[in-house]
T-cell receptor, first 112, second 115 residues
Framework: SQQGEEDPQALSIQEGENATMNCSYKTSINNLQWYRQNSGRGLVHLILIRSNEREKHSGRLRVTLDTSKKSSSLLITASRAADTASYFCATDEVRRDDKIIFGKGTRLHILP | EPEVTQTPSHQVTQMGQEVILRCVPISNHLYFYWYRQILGQKVEFLVSFYNNEISEKSEIFDDQFSVERPDGSNFTLKIRSTKLEDSAMYFC?????????????FGPGTRLTVL
């Protein structure tokens, strides 16, 4: 089983629409982070939400966290062509070790 | 704003050769990490490093891999004898503190191509 599974795997929407991506995880976490990656490029940190937070905003991004359901969502409002990228959630588990675990990502494509 | 840097951005090597990937973490950070991402796949943890020793490593991090912090600023990943399947993007990350909610900061990555 995988920690941090995003769905959908791929999403295509029209420019201007809102995009919602979901992430589920399996163990208790300290925090959950969302990253963006343009094709073949580095990881851009978008937002971190701690386990005691339920919602967080940053510009056009809105992240929710439901620890009872072990799930998170990333909403991008008023999407733009430049938002086309892969989006990953990554969880920081409540354990002795401190690695973060990435999901497989959602490939978002914004259609002009 | 402080950032993690990595060099080179792209490394091409022949199978069986040794490579060293270099990272300069954020200066006051104490915890260091390497991750890799095979093309089209998810980012995978390789190793974490604290207080001049490995604190955790994954199954991927076998005897062909080693890490070192040779001075106060660099953090390196060495692959002794590269295989074709080592071709991937390698990301370095650092963290200031290890406590609830500490964010990891990632470098831009080094693309390793093994021919």
């Amino acid at each position: 089983s995988q920690q941090g599974e995003e769905d959908p795997q791929a999403l295509s929407i029209q420019e201007g629409e809102n995009a919602t991506m979901n992430c589920s995880y399996k163990t208790s976490i300290n925090n959950l982070q969302w990253y963006r990656q343009n094709s073949g490029r580095g990881l851009v940190h978008l937002i971190l939400i701690r386990s005691n937070e339920r919602e967080k905003h940053s510009g056009r991004l809105r992240v929710t966290l439901d620890t009872s359901k072990k799930s998170s969502s990333l909403l991008i409002t008023a999407s733009r062509a430049a938002d086309t990228a892969s989006y990953f959630c990554a969880t920081d588990e409540v354990r002795r070790d401190d690695k973060i675990i990435f999901g497989k990502g959602t490939r978002l494509h914004i259609l002009p | 704003e402080p950032e993690v840097t990595q060099t080179p951005s792209h490394q091409v090597t022949q199978m069986g050769q040794e490579v060293i990937l270099r990272c300069v973490p954020i200066s006051n950070h104490l915890y260091f990490y390497w991750y890799r991402q095979i093309l089209g796949q998810k980012v995978e943890f390789l190793v974490s490093f604290y207080n001049n020793e490995i604190s955790e490593k994954s199954e991927i991090f076998d005897d062909q891999f080693s890490v070192e912090r040779p001075d106060g600023s660099n953090f390196t990943l060495k692959i002794r004898s590269t295989k074709l399947e080592d071709s991937a993007m390698y990301f370095c990350a650092s963290r200031l503190i290890l406590k609830r909610g500490g964010e990891q900061f990632f470098g831009p990555g080094t693309r390793l191509t093994v021919l």
